[in-house]
């Protein structure tokens, strides 16, 4: 089944990607659409790499105060799929890339896929649009029963 759901993606990817390109250089003109899709491979590429570096800092930051920076490391991920997303050319997998490049909804997204998985419980809350951590103004507390044996 996974075999057939992948080719049906390979498939009909490319068959819409024509569909829309054609439709596009048909108002606009073959010119103007080829170099459309070379601007938004040119300004995709500008804004992963500054989003990348954004997410590097942050997970920089996280090292160093020696937190885990798991979600940070998932959305580098995601910004790297985003950048393979916008060097294809067409206008579908640009629009998709270009969603994926919104900070909010990229987290939104992985949180919300890693709540479907099973990884993350509903009630563990993330601030959405910022950092991942517990609030810096309360203590950390850890409550834990031990038995020594020796």
Known sequence: MP?????????????AELYVMINVG?????????????FTAALGGLLVRLQGITVLLRVRGMLARGEV????????????VAGILLLLPGFITDSLGFLMLVPRLRR????????RRGVMHPGLHINV?????????RPRIIDADYRRED
């Open 3 to 15: 075999a057939l759901l992948f080719l049906a993606v390979f498939v009909t990817a490319p068959l």
């Open 26 to 38: 048909r108002e606009i003109g073959a010119l103007a659409t080829v170099g459309l899709c070379l």
């Open 69 to 80: 920076p798991a979600i940070e490391m998932l959305e580098g991920l995601m910004l790297l």
């Open 108 to 115: 939104t997204l992985l949180l919300w896929f890693l709540r």
């Open 129 to 137: 649009g910022v950092g991942v951590g517990a609030d810096p103004k």
